[in-house]
C-alpha cells in the first residue's frame, strides 16, 4: 500500500511514484463526480415514468406481455390480512367487459398465465397491444372479450405513439383511471323546492348511447338497466332514485330563477315589475282582465344531459347538468289596480 502522509513545514518534498499516481486516481475520480452525481440523483427509468402493481390474474385465459385486464378486486381484502393489503397491495385482474370495466385497466409488464401473478402497469407511460380500429383515434380503452385495448376517441390510455397501420398493433400509451366527474345520464322524476315557484331536483340514471342500427332504440341514449346483457352492467351505473336526495341533480339554469325577485301585488305590474300600463300605445283598458303567462316548467322526464360532479360549500358532493326547461304559456287573471274587483 502507497505510504501517503502530510509533509511538515520545511521538510524536502519528495513525492513517490506511488503518491504521485494515487494523486492522479485522485483527481480523474474528481472530474467523474457531477457526472455520478446527476445519475444518482436521478429515479430510475422505469420508476420515473411508470407506478406497477402486482396482478393476479383470472380472466380464464394467458395474457401477453402488453395485454390488458380490467381491474377487479384487492388479492388481500383488509378484513383478511390488514398488514398485507397496507404493505403490498395487489389486485385481481379479470376478464374485460366493455360496459362495465371502461376506464379501469392494467397493461401487463410480462405474459401472465391464467391463474398467476405478474407485475402490470396503473399507470403511466408503457406500450401496450392495441386494436387500432381507427387511425385518427386518440385514446384508448377495455374491448369486451379481448386481452388488448381498443381505440377510441376517449378512454383510460391516451396514444403517444402508434405505427401508422389499422388492426392489431403495439403502441406507446399512458394509462390512468378514467375520470368519473362527468357521465350522461337520463334525467327522471323532478322533486320540486317547498315555497319556490320555478327550482326543482332531478332523479337521473347513467345512459350510454345506441349505436346498433338493428335495435329499437337505434340513436337513443338507453338506461344502463334497461340494456339486455350477459354482464354486471346494471348493477354498476350510476342512478339517483326516489330514496336517494343526496343524488338528485341539480339544474344549472335554474339557480337564476331561484332567485325571487321583489315585485308588486297588483296589476300588469305585478307579472313583470315593468310599469306596462305607463308605456305609451298600451291597451286602453289596462291592466286586461286576463293575461297569458309563461310559466318555467322542470326539464322533461326521459331528456338526456350531461352531469358533472361539483363540491358544494358543506364539502359534499353535488350533481349538476345544464338543460333548458320547457314554458307552459299560461291564462291568467290580471290582479285589478288598487285591490278593487
Known amino acids: 500500500m ?10 524536502k518534498l519528495r513525492i513517490g511514484a506511488g503518491a504521485y499516481n494515487a494523486f492522479v486516481d485522485a483527481a480523474r475520480a474528481h472530474r ?9 440523483s436521478e429515479p430510475s427509468h422505469g420508476a420515473s415514468r411508470q ?9 380464464e385465459e394467458d395474457v401477453p406481455r402488453f395485454g ?4 377487479g378486486d384487492p388479492i388481500i381484502p383488509p378484513d383478511e390480512n390488514a398488514d398485507e393489503f397496507a404493505n403490498r397491495p395487489s389486485l385481481i385482474g379479470v376478464a374485460p367487459m366493455e360496459l362495465r370495466h371502461f376506464g379501469s385497466c392494467v397493461v401487463a409488464c410480462e405474459p401472465i398465465a391464467a391463474g398467476k401473478i405478474g407485475k402490470c402497469v396503473l399507470r403511466g407511460i408503457t406500450p401496450a397491444r392495441v386494436l387500432m380500429a381507427d387511425v385518427r383515434h386518440t385514446h384508448a380503452d377495455i374491448a369486451e372479450g379481448h386481452r388488448l385495448l381498443k381505440t377510441g376517441f376517449v378512454g383510460a390510455a391516451r396514444i403517444l405513439w402508434r405505427p401508422d397501420e389499422a388492426g392489431e398493433v403495439v403502441c406507446l400509451v399512458e394509462i390512468g383511471p378514467l375520470s368519473r366527474d362527468r357521465i350522461t345520464v337520463v334525467i327522471g322524476k323532478a322533486h320540486p323546492f317547498a315555497g319556490v315557484p320555478f327550482g ?3 332523479e337521473w340514471e347513467e345512459a350510454r348511447l345506441d349505436d346498433d342500427p338493428a335495435s329499437m332504440t337505434f340513436g337513443q341514449w338507453v338506461p344502463l338497466s334497461h340494456l339486455d346483457t350477459s354482464s354486471d352492467a346494471q348493477a354498476d351505473g350510476l342512478k339517483a332514485g326516489p330514496g336517494e336526495p343526496e343524488m338528485w341533480g341539480y339544474n344549472r339554469h335554474e339557480g337564476l330563477l331561484l332567485r325571487v325577485f321583489p315585485q308588486t301585488e297588483e296589476g300588469i305590474d305585478g307579472f313583470a315589475n315593468m310599469g306596462a300600463c305607463l308605456v305609451p300605445g298600451a291597451l286602453e283598458q289596462c291592466p286586461p282582465p ?3 303567462v309563461p310559466m318555467i316548467r322542470p326539464v322533461l322526464e ?10 358544494t360549500l358543506s364539502g359534499e358532493t353535488a350533481w349538476v347538468f345544464e338543460a333548458f326547461n320547457p314554458v307552459e304559456w299560461t291564462r291568467m287573471a290580471v290582479p285589478p289596480l288598487g285591490g278593487g274587483a
Do not use: K, M
Open 302 to 311: 326521459g331528456a338526456t344531459v350531461e352531469l358533472r360532479a361539483e363540491r
Open 2 to 11: 502507497t505510504n501517503l502522509r502530510h509533509v511538515r513545514a520545511g521538510e
Open 51 to 59: 407506478t406497477t402493481i402486482l396482478v393476479r390474474n383470472e380472466s
Open 32 to 40: 467523474r463526480v457531477p457526472h455520478d452525481l446527476s445519475r444518482a
Open 200 to 202: 326543482w331536483r332531478y
Open 68 to 71: 390488458c385486464l380490467a381491474i
Open 290 to 292: 286576463q293575461a297569458v
